[in-house]
């Protein structure tokens, strides 16, 4: 019989639970209790949802991660499911179609949280992806309400009165405003929020926050009784995360960037959701040829790329200079395949902004994302064919492309080994080893230290 969900009677009441049941038949017809998993998340890219995971691993949570939503009924007796789909730039309707999707195969697994991730950046439009990504969430869970909390204090990305911050700046005078295609030009993200939900948006202001308990719980509740369902969380230091993750951890639905999701699983122990010695797991090595694939426009990305380069050929691929993806994958795996016999190479569709603003009027905005994902995913194909067993891929729409394209819906997924970085192998015999990683993240040495680490891993 499917598993049953004990919810709440008071659906729209502040309460604290140690546990939320779940019941299971067994042959007998008698209710066995079941309290696994208690966690799952909903990733809008592979980037994002693979550093989840791999937080939660190092945490000593036995964590899951799949691509396909169909995949999740597979699983076995795991702690934490991840979801990753590229959703985080598709047409809303897209974007709201495939969480449900997501979400219904973990709540359909009696999963006693759903967590939404997304940047910390908070990227996205007026249409969407975060406000109806959430309003499916909040339907399908029936969370009373639901935080937001996409800070990470440890990388000066934070906010207060509302407004985000990387580091001094406000997003809207970052770097972060030149986004190809989700350019923060708003730090305020209550308004931000607002214009993509019919849902009220309201803030979890810093005085409750830093005070935390009663006096966070009475701000939810007083805001709740005027109406307001959604709540942006003003998170300045690590403490605030403390306090945040102590509030929302037994609500159906939170959402937020990685970074919170560290404070849960000392909270679970807590309430006796994680029992025995925490989960260990390491990677199997992984040799083989190795390439960069990169298509993230982020400084970073091109700051990682020019060190590559010191020690590694690159091959930069400029749209506005190809005469189609397939003329681009031809001349790209010309120059390349020699060049993998005696080492790794890099290929890119990276650019700077004045060269993105370049394809872009020549293809359109999402013409152009199109046209470089498609090179990208079309090159991973032909690598792999050729016995390229060690990807490093830049970028989370890029990312997305490369594991869709080599049709993959499941990963091991390696300990946390820094932001915006994860580390994974698949399955088999003919073990493909991955580094997906953030555009905007991780050191300026990151792509040499990733395909070494791949045949060696810690």
Known sequence: MPRKIIRHPFPNKIFDISCIVYLKRNRDGRADMMGKPVFGVVADDLTGGMETAAMLVAHGVDCAFVTDPEAVDTIGDVDAIVVAQKTRVIPAAQAVARTERAARALLARATRQIFFKYC???DSTDDGNIGPVADILMATTGAPYAAF??????LKRTVYNGHLFLGSQLISESPKRHD??????DPDLVRVLQRQTKTRVGLLAHPAVSEGGTTLRLAVADQAAEGIRYFITDTIYDRDLDAIAELTCDWPLMTGNATIVQHYPALWRQRGLLTGEPHTRSLQPVSGKGVVLSGSCAERTLEQLADFERSHPVLRIDLTDIDSAESAVDAALRWALPKLETGPV???TSAAPEAVAAAQARYGRDGAAALGEK????????FHGAGVRRFVVAGGETSGSVVERLGIRGLNVGPYGGPGVGTATTNGDDPVAFCLKSGKLGPVDLFTRALASMKNPE
């Open 149 to 154: 909390c996409p800070a990470s204090p440890a």
């Open 375 to 382: 090179i990208v995913g079309d090159l991973a194909v032909a």
């Open 346 to 348: 890099g290929l890119s």
């Open 120 to 122: 910390a950046t908070f």
């Open 180 to 185: 190809p295609l989700t350019p923060m030009t």
